[in-house]
């Protein structure tokens, strides 16, 4: 006869996967970034905050998940192509390539652009688009 658990509680069913989020926090990049003639022809420091949610689904490999790098990739692509007037694009063509891996359900990138604001320590947006 097996032995009842002595804790008043209905024995615990096997967990059911909710969700599954993949992040990168604090990306440094140096990117043409900016709609000022005082922004134009140089760089400025953006950080970038990406956060992935997934499709629960196990993961024993990385092939079962997103790679932080493919994350990072994505980032320094989009400073690759040239310079970008604003942050809120920059983080929208961001959000749009975390959401070409269907795994994907939700993207949300918040960039950061220090320096900007007098006073502020950054000044920045968030953008989240979702399937």
Do not use: W
């Not at 993961?59 to 980032?75: I, K």
């Amino acid at each position: 006869m097996a032995a009842s658990s002595p804790l008043p509680f209905a024995e615990p069913s096997a967990p059911r996967r909710e969700g599954l989020t993949v992040f990168v926090r604090g990306l440094i990049l140096e990117a043409g970034i900016g709609i000022h003639d005082h922004e134009q022809g140089r760089l400025q420091t953006l950080v970038i905050d990406v956060t992935l949610e997934l499709t629960p689904a196990p993961v024993e490999r990385l092939g079962d998940t997103v790679n932080y790098e493919t994350v990072a990739r994505a980032a320094r692509a989009i400073v690759a192509e040239g310079h970008v007037g604003l942050v809120e694009t920059f983080a929208g063509r961001l959000a749009e390539a975390g959401l070409a891996d269907p795994r994907v359900r939700r993207c949300v990138v918040r960039i950061e652009k220090p320096g900007a604001l007098d006073g502020a320590a950054a000044a920045g947006c968030e953008v989240a688009l979702a399937r």
